[in-house]
């Protein structure tokens, strides 16, 4: 008994015969019922995007190269006098409150996790009453990181048109911020004062708690990067099915072949292509994915080819 013939394996079986037996791809042109080729996409759609959205949920953590800019911008900003102790935000100057902020600019500190694809600055707010964080902003797009006592909010700060359409700054009122994300400090103590902790103790302490932003984007990143990497892995492959399918098309459409039946045809011999670029992904090789889309097109030119021509012959019999 072959591999491909137990019970249940169809969408093994065409994705076997279309990747390595492409001589028998015109069998599954026809092939009925319609719950086979379903299957069959379904199969190399999950073979296709799985590499990338494997890679993309390993790779979430805080960048090294982030860690050190976020650092160095800290040590040449005034001394800070916050720290977190007890699961709540403490002033620890001597004067009456007043909000401290840095300013991130040109960094991607959290902006990429945060669904905002313009330019945009992070700043970094201290405030126990969480009031007039706009203060001392002056971008007009930019992501807040606004401590307060007992919580920490992630605020996009953009600008947006007015009723008039003229473009007004979203820093002229506080209640037109979006907050992304609100959550309550850790169980770890953090002073923000570097003149207060030796180097290493601080900048752990300053790594453990940016660690601690991005673990809690990490849910809302996931599902906004990953549906985004599927869309992309999708439309490149729409893209050169549709190219694919208008070269080929020109040429065998005048010879019989309806259009649905080109599509499927294009779908099937498309295999190596989605293998190539899961092997592609996996490797680091772009040319695997290359050399499965050449696959693909030779695949397609012969499957078109031979079916053309069973039409004809059929058309002849038919004639008789």
Do not use: W
Not at 79 to 106: A, C, M, P, V
Not at 195 to 206: G, L, P
Not at 255 to 278: E, H, N, Q, R, W
């Amino acid at each position: 008994m072959k591999i491909y013939d137990i019970k249940g394996d169809y969408m093994f079986k065409i994705f076997f015969d279309t990747l390595a037996r492409p001589r028998h791809i015109i069998d599954h042109v026809d092939e009925k019922p319609a719950i086979k080729f379903i299957g069959f996409l379904i199969l190399t759609a999950i073979i296709l995007v799985l590499p990338s959205i494997t890679l993309n949920l390993g790779s979430f953590h805080f960048p090294d190269d982030e860690q050190k800019l976020v650092i160095n911008e800290i040590r040449k900003a005034d001394d800070i006098e916050y720290k977190i102790e007890n699961n709540q935000l403490i002033y620890t100057g001597t004067n009456t409150e007043s909000n401290q902020t840095l300013k991130f600019e040109n960094y991607a500190f959290l902006v990429t996790l945060t669904s905002i694809n313009i330019p945009t600055t992070t700043y970094v707010v201290f405030s126990e009453s969480g009031e007039n964080y706009l203060k001392n902003i002056d971008n007009e797009n930019a992501v807040i990181v606004l401590l307060t006592k007992n919580t920490v909010k992630i605020i996009s700060h953009y600008k947006q048109p007015d009723k008039s359409g003229m473009t007004t700054l979203v820093a002229t009122s506080s209640k037109e911020d979006r907050i992304i994300k609100e959550f309550k400090y850790d169980t770890y103590n953090v002073n923000f004062n570097k003149s207060k902790e030796n180097k290493t103790v601080f900048e752990n302490n300053i790594y453990f708690f940016c660690d601690y932003l991005y673990d809690q984007l990490k849910t809302k990143y996931l599902i906004l990067s990953t549906s985004t990497l599927i869309i992309m892995i999708v439309r490149n492959l729409l893209i050169s099915i549709a190219t694919t399918l208008l070269i080929t098309g020109l040429f065998f459409r005048f010879m019989g072949v309806p259009f649905g039946k080109m599509l499927k045809i294009v779908f099937l011999c498309y295999t190596p292509y989605v293998l190539g670029s899961a092997l592609a992904v996996c490797f680091g090789v772009d040319f695997l994915a290359i050399l499965g889309e050449v696959i693909a097109l030779f695949y397609t030119y012969r499957t078109m080819k031979t079916y053309s021509l069973l039409l004809l012959l059929k058309k002849g019999v038919e004639t008789r």
